[in-house]
């Protein structure tokens, strides 16, 4: 898998997580809702953590920066 993701996406996708989960732990949100977040929550942060987001690669989407071969 070759990195697709930015360090701005990786941030962005941390800090959406973390609120999620604050809000899930905090009773904010809850029942199916909730448990759907707290799902995409992890996922945000295991795709973080991988620099990889699979939606990405089929419509070739690279937030980060390429290297160029002359």
């Known amino acids: 898998m ?10 962005i ?3 959406i997580a973390a609120i999620v989960g604050i809000l ?3 009773g904010i949100i809850s029942g199916i809702l909730g448990l759907i977040l ?3 929550a992890g ?4 795709t973080s953590l ?4 699979p939606l990405y ?4 989407i690279h937030t ?3 290297k160029e071969k002359i």
């Open 64 to 66: 980060c920066a390429l």
């Open 24 to 26: 899930y732990f905090t």
């Open 50 to 53: 991988i620099s990889f987001c």
């Open 43 to 46: 996922i945000f942060v295991l």
């Open 38 to 40: 707290i799902i995409l």
């Open 57 to 60: 690669a089929p419509f070739g």
């Open 2 to 11: 070759k990195k697709n993701m930015g360090s701005a996406d990786r941030i």
């Open 13 to 15: 996708r941390i800090i």
